[in-house]
């Protein structure tokens, strides 16, 4: 099992932690959700060795996704070519709730082994009582041999009902791949800017993130002091480059754009840390500075990845 074992990668994608399965020399099968973030993903095997890889293939109907890293990544395991039956032994490798593998829990969760059966094979997905949990997601579902069954996708909320995608969709998505498309995170914001002594400005925002590495963002608002009751608008490009990983990771956004009340070029910067956000717009025409608190959240996912 030690082989079974050093087959299963550490994915992690921004702030999110997946698992994946070896399946050739450059190559890795993970779970769609795993990736469909946009942010760029890098894989770390058991033995510490880290690789940056890239999206090659995607099926997000079925939730699988491939990615490629231009090192080697060691002896891959096999897919089956039969369909497993149920009541059939099945064991799960993966990293469930890898963020707390520290103190106490160190040298635990991380490429953990889970043991159940098959509960029923149905059109897409493979149900089974091994236990799954954040973390195990895009791992292996293994038969007795160590033979590839199917790729952990999601569990109900309840017990020991979890589900893999059946290998034979894996199969089929290397045969021929999807080549991944333009994507990444929509993102929402509220923001109060102080413009003048007793006037702020508040404002909605939307951002399109793109690969956690740039970002478009529109800005409406208006005045809430009295000095200057008009409304305004602003749209922005910009880069971001986050810091660190999990729910604390900061981001810092820097861009440019115009300002629709000014009517003239605008520069800004942002630091967030857990969805709250520090901004600063500069507007060079009117030599003024303006800083401002935001809160955020995403609240969608565009459909692919790059």
Same mark, same amino acid.
């Given at each position: 099992?030690?082989?079974? +074992? ?16 070896? /399946? ?53 395991? /096999? ?13 799960? +490798? ?35 009582? !091994? ?16 033979? +590839? ?39 929402? !914001? ?15 925002? %939307?951002?399109? %993130? ?13 005045? /809430? ?40 070029? /605008? ?40």
């Amino acid at each position: 099992m030690e082989a079974w +074992i050093d087959a299963v990668v550490l994915l992690v994608t921004g702030p999110s932690i997946c698992a994946g399965v070896v /399946v050739d020399d450059h190559t890795v099968a993970t779970a769609y959700h795993c990736v469909a973030s946009g942010h760029k993903p890098r894989v770390e095997l058991r033995d510490g060795s880290r690789h940056e890889a890239r999206t090659v293939a995607m099926d997000p109907a079925n939730d699988l996704a491939i990615i490629e890293v231009d090192g080697t990544l060691g002896a891959p395991l /096999v897919p089956r070519e039969s369909l497993p039956t149920p009541g059939e032994r099945v064991f799960a +490798i993966g990293h469930p709730y890898a963020s707390a593998a520290s103190g106490k829990l160190e040298g635990t969760l991380l490429w953990s082994v889970s043991e159940g059966i098959v509960s029923a094979v149905g059109t897409t997905l493979i149900q089974t009582d !091994a236990a799954l949990n954040p973390g195990n997601s895009g791992g292996p579902l293994l038969d007795a041999e160590g033979r +590839i069954i199917g790729i952990v996708s999601r569990k109900l909320a309840a017990d020991n009902l979890s589900f893999a995608t059946r290998v034979d969709r894996l199969q089929a998505l290397r045969a021929t791949p999807e080549k991944p498309v333009l994507g990444g995170t929509w993102d929402g !914001a509220l923001a109060l800017t102080p413009r003048a002594a007793g006037d702020y400005a508040l404002a909605g925002e %939307v951002s399109v %993130v793109v690969r956690d590495r740039a970002w478009l963002r529109a800005q409406a608002g208006g005045s /809430v002091g009295d000095d200057d009751p008009e409304a305004h608008s602003r749209v922005m490009l910009g880069l971001r480059q986050r810091l660190g990983r999990g729910s604390l990771s900061t981001t810092v956004d820097l861009g440019g754009g115009l300002d629709g009340e000014s009517l003239g070029p /605008v520069l800004t910067g942002r630091v967030e840390l857990a969805g709250v956000g520090l901004g600063v717009a500069w507007f060079p025409t009117e030599d003024e500075l303006a800083i401002g608190l935001e809160l955020s959240t995403q609240i969608a996912l565009l459909h692919g990845v790059w």
